[in-house]
């Protein structure tokens, strides 16, 4: 096999997925700057995390062959996201603090057990088995994150909080890991991010469909669906779109999605 087309496709999904990985960066920039948490939701980060490490571990030698790239942007990743979920943590009020702790401590608990299961436990084919479905069931469940997101635009017929260049590189990024998982014969590559590819082509439809639409007051009205936020609309005041905070809430989407 000529492992240059193989190559530069993994080049490529690690590029388009960091530009996913550090979108969220506004978000935190607004919560530093705000010293809190506001409504946004740490919920998307510490699962992205959980997905990053499985996809990490996944890539390794000893796990899987020739798929080291996959262990270099998801441990970038893992990395990044475990900066989100500390800065969440220290700006989150009292009681989300310790839902999120609780959340996090499960995740590297999960992890672990899944990580020494298979080093221990397992060998061969029966070791790639394994951790390839994990990480593919995380991923596929990342991807599908945005399904919430679409359903508003169509409901709304606006794509507000649908931002097209996040679709655009949730497309790309999905597209290169799939195409990467193809050239390299491993289904828990190309099966997630298959899927992952056909639904950044199904927001890129949409936005196109509706770009045009001035859409609903249900789009303000259901503004927990906005990348990860949880707030409620108020009278008056300030509120944070899509637009203006394309990183809000994380993934994946579309913005904290990770390649396996």
Not at 115 to 134: D, E, I, P, Q, Y
Not at 180 to 206: E, K, R, S, T, V
Request: charged share 10%; proline share 5%.
């Amino acid at each position: 096999m000529n492992n240059t087309p193989h190559f530069v496709f993994g080049i490529l999904g690690n590029a388009f997925a960091l530009f996913l990985f550090l979108a969220p960066t506004i978000t935190f920039k607004r919560i530093i700057k705000n010293r809190t948490t506001e409504e946004f939701s740490g919920v998307p980060y510490v699962m992205t995390l959980l997905n990053c490490l499985l996809s990490a571990w996944y890539g390794l030698p000893f796990v899987s062959e020739d798929n080291l790239l996959v262990t270099t942007i998801n441990g970038t990743g893992a990395a990044i996201e475990i900066v989100y979920v500390l800065l969440f943590l220290v700006f989150a009020p009292k009681k989300v603090k310790a839902k999120i702790g609780g959340l996090f401590a499960a995740v590297l608990s999960v992890f672990a057990v899944i990580a020494l299961v298979s080093l221990f436990a397992l060998h061969g084919n029966t070791r790639k088995l394994f951790c390839g479905t994990a990480a593919t069931v995380f991923s596929i469940v990342m991807y599908a994150s945005p399904l919430s997101i679409m359903r508003l635009v169509i409901k709304t017929k606006s794509v507000e909080f649908m931002p097209f260049f996040l679709s655009l590189f949730v497309f790309l990024c999905g597209t290169s890991w799939f195409v990467f998982g193809l050239l390299g014969g491993d289904p828990f590559i190309a099966i997630p991010n298959g899927f992952g590819c056909g639904l950044g082509l199904m927001q890129l439809i949409l936005y196109f469909i509706y770009r045009n639409h001035k859409g609903s007051n249900i789009a303000e009205k259901e503004s927990a669906m906005e990348m990860g936020s949880q707030k409620k609309p108020k009278q008056g005041g300030n509120h944070t779109n899509g637009n203006d905070d394309p990183g809000a809430g994380g993934p994946p989407t579309a913005i904290n999605e990770s390649p396996v």
